[in-house]
């Protein structure tokens, strides 16, 4: 059983000793470092289970719940763009529904995706026989909360061993934050984390993950300087040698429009793929919520690049409109439509502390919006 494997990581006893760096010439080699690890003790899998998956689920307890909804609920009011606003008066008229256009324009939710909203609310009012704005205001809440349901989904672990995730994003967007508060949760359920610093150019960038990896008691691979990709091959070595749940790779923020750099991330990409087979699992995007429909931009052109199989989306608590959710989504839906995987947000970030990383919920985010 997986739950054989696993190694309580919050034990009393020490961290572990850091790992040793890779080598200096690429991937195509297997890893000195992880050929010299000791191969860990594991217990024999009966051939006939199927491998158990665990979807990575932070569960706070009602009351977290409930004040991380505040801050979301906070963050999204402070835009001054609010949707509620427009449910304040008495009638139902063509001036709420031009009011209601602007206002989820305003919100970032694109041409599209507000179209759409507009559409399926006149529908709904029709065929419910609405009469009142705080009725029409209640089929929106329906309307959105349907239209971003397949955004959510939740993190499964367990299927491979090591799961291996790559996390890229524009510079800044919150992947080191994410990643560390993604580690917290995942050593919290016993998962033994491996963390690849393939941000290899900035000493900063490998210290703030490292700092990271010192908190939540987990092993770390990085290099200064080099090949991102072959921090990349010794990670996913090491993790298998180690007998790791999940390698997690922190790339360098870059812009979709830096070609080379994008070049580099496919290079991660196909170098996991190599280390492992069927890696990486999943390839998650940071989008910071506040670059509205510069985030939707984002989500298309790195999907392009690397083919995304997930989405973080954080800084929900500062200025950000929300309604980016609703452009995704439909983007979403579009590819679901066409028979490609739905790309979930698994994720959304409200703060900067661990407990600010919270699994997305359509029917409170589109709460949220409208409160
Ligand atoms: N308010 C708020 N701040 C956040 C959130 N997530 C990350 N941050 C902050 O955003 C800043 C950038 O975060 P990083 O995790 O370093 O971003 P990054 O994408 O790794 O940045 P680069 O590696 O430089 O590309 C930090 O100050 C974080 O504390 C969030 O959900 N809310
Ligand atoms: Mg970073």
């Avoid at 080598?23 to 860990?40: K, M, T, V």
């Avoid at 993190?155 to 967007?173: D, E, S």
């Avoid at 080379?260 to 995007?285: C, F, N, Q, S, Y």
């Avoid at 839906?333 to 900067?352: D, S």
Wanted: charged share 20%.
């Amino acid at each position: 059983m997986f739950s054989f494997l696993r190694r309580k990581l919050f034990s009393s006893s020490p961290a572990p000793e850091p790992a040793p760096e890779g080598p200096q010439d690429g991937p195509a080699a297997e890893s000195p470092s992880a050929a010299s690890l000791p191969a860990p003790a594991l217990a024999p899998v009966p051939a006939d289970l199927p491998a158990p998956v665990t979807p990575l689920e932070p569960a706070p307890a009602p009351a977290a719940r409930g004040s991380w909804l505040q801050k979301l609920k906070a963050g999204l009011q402070r835009t001054g763009s609010s949707i509620a606003q427009v449910f304040t008066g008495t009638k139902i008229d063509e001036a709420l529904y031009e009011e209601l256009e602007a206002a989820l324009l305003m919100a970032d939710a694109g041409v599209g995706a507000t179209e759409y909203l507009l559409e399926e609310l006149k529908k709904r009012v029709k065929d419910t026989r609405c009469t009142d704005p705080a009725g029409v205001k209640a089929l929106l809440a329906e309307v959105l909360a349907e239209l971003l349901a397949p955004l959510e989904g939740s993190l499964q672990i367990g299927a491979t061993q090591p799961t291996v995730m790559m996390v890229a994003g524009v510079n800044g967007a919150g992947k080191t934050t994410s990643i560390g508060k993604l580690t917290r949760h995942l050593a919290e359920q016993d998962s033994k984390v491996l963390l690849a610093a393939a941000d290899t150019f900035r000493a900063a960038a490998r210290e703030q993950l490292a700092v990271w990896a010192d908190r939540n008691r987990v092993e770390i691979v990085s290099q200064e300087g080099g090949d991102p990709a072959a921090v990349c091959f010794d990670a996913v070595s090491a993790g298998k040698a180690r007998g790791c749940d999940v390698v997690i790779a922190d790339t360098a923020g870059r812009l979709a429009t830096q070609l080379h750099l994008m070049d580099e991330l496919r290079k991660i990409r196909r170098t996991l793929g190599r280390a492992m087979e069927g890696a990486p699992h999943e390839v998650l995007l940071v989008v910071d919520g506040n670059t509205g429909q510069n985030a939707f931009t984002q989500v298309k052109a790195f999907d392009e690049a690397i083919g995304l199989t997930g989405l973080i989306v954080t800084k929900l608590d500062g200025t950000a409109k929300g309604g980016v959710l609703a452009a995704i989504a439909l983007w979403v839906r579009e590819r679901v439509a066409q028979g490609k995987p739905a790309v979930p947000v698994y994720f959304i970030g409200v703060g900067e502390k661990l407990e600010d990383l919270q699994t997305f919920s359509a029917r409170e985010f589109a709460q949220a919006l409208l409160s």
